[in-house]
């Protein structure tokens, strides 16, 4: 169950003995600058810069605006990604948690900040296969998102599609009804060529075919195939794998002449977008001579 956390608001006094001197006037626009700056470099891929930036921003808002202040706690958040786009995942982790902890203290459980930021450090951990840890975060984050923000949305689709993963990793089928909210919701609100509505599409797939469901498997591979195709036309080079993804499903359910047919959409793709030499026309080749080998096995 989720606690609540009540938080008196400091008078003015409190306020300026917990920073130790007033705000001075130029200090807020120095973390503006340095914040914006960070997520400016973040954007282009500029990571190092970034965290130079950020850490400037960090140490600005301590300052100025005491340890305790929103403002740490959304530059330590910024930290954390920042040092996950660096692929330093024990940095990522201690600044997640020390802005989890603050927001907590500062917002409370129940706030959607909290919550985004949760729902951030649970992707971390989802990564690392740390998924007692991913499913908790994600949970609570899912909760308090859909109690603010209501069941249908999108501001909760993230946690819902984080926690979706969680338990597909572990092969719990709860993970289909997240998924196919996820879709109802965006949908609705984004378009059915949205990238989380397709992704979606994508982790049913899975989820059917590793449970032998190849129907539906072939039913979400088809539908990504429509939406893809309304909107970029039938050479669309990302067709190329999915029509490969749903070669393999009817090849895993014994119906080689749709698997054989499947294969063949993905190689005119690829030819078409990359000519005959590519590596992925290999694999797909291979995945064809499969089912050959299928099939003299079969007779013989």
Not at 44 to 65: H, I, R
Not at 211 to 232: G, M, N, P, Q, V
Not at 274 to 296: I, W
């Amino acid at each position: 169950m989720l606690g609540t956390f009540f938080i008196s608001t400091p008078s003015a006094a409190e306020a300026q003995s917990r920073i130790g001197s007033p705000v001075q006037p130029g200090q807020t626009d120095a973390w503006d600058r340095a914040y914006a700056q960070a997520q400016e470099f973040t954007t282009a891929g500029k990571f190092d810069q970034a965290l130079a930036s950020a850490e400037l921003a960090l140490s600005t808002a301590e300052k100025a605006f005491g340890p305790d202040d929103e403002r740490v706690a959304k530059t330590l958040r910024a930290v954390a990604q920042i040092q996950v786009a660096r692929n330093n995942v024990f940095q990522a982790q201690i600044f997640f948690d020390r802005s989890i902890e603050l927001y907590k203290k500062i917002k409370g459980l129940n706030d959607p900040e909290t919550a985004n930021t949760m729902v951030q450090a649970g992707a971390l951990y989802l990564g690392l296969q740390r998924i007692p840890e991913a499913e908790e975060l994600f949970r609570t984050g899912y909760e308090v998102l859909r109690n603010a923000y209501g069941r249908d949305d999108a501001r909760i689709t993230m946690a819902m599609g984080g926690l979706a993963e969680t338990y597909k990793a572990v092969g719990d089928t709860r993970s289909i009804e997240l998924f196919q909210n996820i879709i109802r919701i965006l949908s609705v609100q984004k378009g059915s060529s949205d990238p989380g509505v397709i992704s979606s599409y994508y982790h049913l797939a899975d989820i059917y075919e590793a449970i032998k469901d190849y129907d539906r498997a072939a039913e979400c591979y088809f539908t990504i195939i429509r939406i893809l195709e309304e909107k970029h036309g039938i050479h669309f080079w990302q067709l190329s794998s999915i029509y490969n993804n749903l070669g393999l499903v009817y090849a895993r359910a014994g119906r080689r002449e749709e698997a054989q047919n499947a294969y063949r959409h993905s190689l005119d793709i690829l030819v078409r977008k990359y000519g005959p030499q590519h590596p992925e026309v290999g694999t797909v080749l291979e995945n064809m001579n499969s089912l050959y080998v299928q099939k003299a096995g079969s007779v013989s």
